[in-house]
Each structure stands twice: as C-alpha cells, then as structure tokens.
C-alpha cells in the first residue's frame, strides 16, 4: 500500500509592509506639509540653493509627490506667497476700508502687520523676495502682483480720504503710498540683519512714521 502524500499546506502570506506616512497622510495634509517644507529649505538654503530633494525629505514624501501638486520650485514658492500671505493681505484690505478716522485706521492696519507677519514666519517669505527677487525676476513681479499693488491700492484710497479730510501733514504721501510701508520693509530687514545687536521697537517705529505723516488731532 502507498502512503498517502500529505495534503498541502497553504503559504502562508506576508504580512504586508506598512504603508509610508506620506501615503497615508490626506492629499491636503500631504501639500501643506510640503508647503512648510519649503517654507523652512527656502528660508534655510535661500531660493536659488534651496532643491526640492531637500523639500521632498523634510515634508517625508517622494520628490515625484511635489510635482503632483506644483510644476517646479518657482511654481511651489508662488503658491507659499499666496496661501501664506495673501490671508493677510485681504485682512489689511478689509481694515483699510473702514469708516473711522484714518489715522485709527493706520494704527489698526499697524497691529495686523505685527501680528500676523513681523511676529511670524510670513516675513521670511517677504525677506526671500527681498534677497532673491532681483535674480528671479518672475517672482518679484508675482510678489508685487499679489500683495504689493493690492496694499498699495487699498492704501492709496484710505490717503486720498485722509487729504480730504485734512488729516495728512503732506499730501506727497497719497502719490507715494510706499512711504507709509517702507517702515514695515525696514523692520524685516532689520529684523534680519541686526536685531541680535540692536532690537528694534518695531511697533513703535511705524507708529513713529504715522506721527510723521498724519495731522495730531489733539493739536488746533
């Protein structure tokens, strides 16, 4: 008689490999973490040195995944521009619609820049655009696009208020909008630059330059 063969036994499956965080993590989560990425490589390395590998490995995703969601390294840092800075920018423009006294109306727009940009990362972004822009032209012109010609115009109209009601000390200031943020530009760079050996007041200082350009309304 034959012995029976033993019946065959079924392999028994792998386990399955864990899936990589990148893969589990939503699409929306997976692009704002590849916004902050590059966010901190722009800041560190400088937009011209900064390489999108070096994106891939802080955000913990492949290189191919950032071109799923941005055409190249200009196209990503557009896009910090606008989903990091324009928020503010449309705040700025709702403050400087307001109906009170322009100079309350300054002062407000004053808080928001120090909250929101100089007292965050926004104004790394702004200091990239400061120090890269003239080797990158297109940015410098998304960058003014999006947020300068829009503050600027949203200023333009409140100064041209505030000539009509006699509240500027020099109505040279509603042709020249930029005087009244160039202060905010020098605080970034100072901030930058030489904070570490002398801080600067910075709200203080743009309310210095308001002083400067606004009538004191408790004066005759």
């Given at each position: 008689?034959?012995?029976?063969?033993?019946?065959?036994?079924k392999a028994t499956p792998a386990p399955a490999k864990p899936a990589k965080a990148s893969r589990r993590r939503p699409l929306p989560a997976r692009r704002e973490a590849i916004l902050a990425a590059a966010l901190e490589e722009f800041s560190a390395q400088g937009f011209s040195a900064a390489r999108l590998d070096d994106v891939a490995r802080r955000a913990g995703v492949a290189k191919g995944t950032?071109?799923?969601?941005?055409r190249d390294k200009e196209a990503l840092f557009e896009e910090l521009i606008r989903s990091v800075l324009s928020p503010v920018v449309g705040a700025m423009e709702l403050a400087l619609r307001d109906e009170r006294p322009v100079r309350q109306i300054a002062d407000s727009a004053v808080e928001i820049f120090v909250r929101e940009v100089y007292g965050t990362r926004r104004k790394d972004i702004i200091r990239l655009v400061i120090s890269e822009g003239g080797r990158f032209p297109k940015l410098a012109e998304f960058y003014h696009r999006e947020v300068l010609a829009r503050l600027f115009a949203a200023m333009q109209a409140l100064l041209r208020?505030?000539?009509?009601?006699?509240e500027l000390r020099n109505n040279a200031v509603v042709q020249f909008p930029q005087l009244i943020g160039a202060p905010a530009i020098v605080g970034i760079i100072w901030s930058g630059l030489f904070d570490r050996f002398e801080p600067l007041d910075v709200r203080g200082f743009l309310r210095a330059q308001l002083d400067l350009i606004f009538v004191d309304p408790r004066r005759p």
């Open positions: 008689m034959t012995a029976r063969s033993a019946p065959a036994q950032i071109y799923l969601y941005f208020r505030a000539a009509e009601g006699g």
